[in-house]
């Protein structure tokens, strides 16, 4: 059974960075289409963050993050990141990664849509304080 597995939350001040991690097991990260990276808030719903096109590596991101997060793969280590620079407190979440093995039909838009995903890892907890 394929499976992700995040890793790398925790808690940081604002302003700080983490880079979460996401790693396939039983599945190679480059036989998916597409990866993608959401977070749910408590009461809130889920969101996509960031996104990547694994053939091509083209990258999407949500507006609340751009210019501080950026998404990257690493087919040696079967892996894809999500570095996030500049953490506030409203970026206190759980994280998941989620992956597609394709869609008819694929667009960039796809990325940061949580329901056009097949695999989702189980979520690591980031915590921003003030």
């Known amino acids: 059974q394929v499976q992700l597995v995040e890793s790398g939350g925790g808690s940081v001040q604002a302003g700080g960075s983490l880079r979460l991690s996401c790693a396939a097991s039983?599945?190679?990260?480059?036989?998916?289409?597409?990866l993608g990276w959401f977070r749910q808030a408590p009461g809130k719903e889920r969101e996509g963050v960031a996104g990547?096109?694994?053939?091509?590596?083209?990258?999407t991101y949500a507006d609340s993050v751009k210019g501080r997060f950026t998404t990257s793969q690493d087919n040696a280590k079967n892996t894809v990141y999500l570095q996030m620079n500049s953490l506030k407190p409203e970026d206190t979440a759980m994280y998941y990664c989620?992956?597609?093995?394709?869609?008819?039909?694929?667009?960039?838009?796809?990325?940061?849509?949580?329901?056009?995903?097949?695999?989702w890892g189980q979520g690591t907890q980031v915590t921003v304080s003030s």
């Open positions: 039983r599945y190679t990260v480059s036989n998916f289409m597409y």
């Open positions: 990547i096109y694994i053939g091509g590596g083209r990258t």
């Open positions: 989620a992956a597609s093995y394709g869609r008819v039909g694929f667009d960039m838009t796809y990325l940061l849509l949580p329901y056009k995903y097949d695999i």
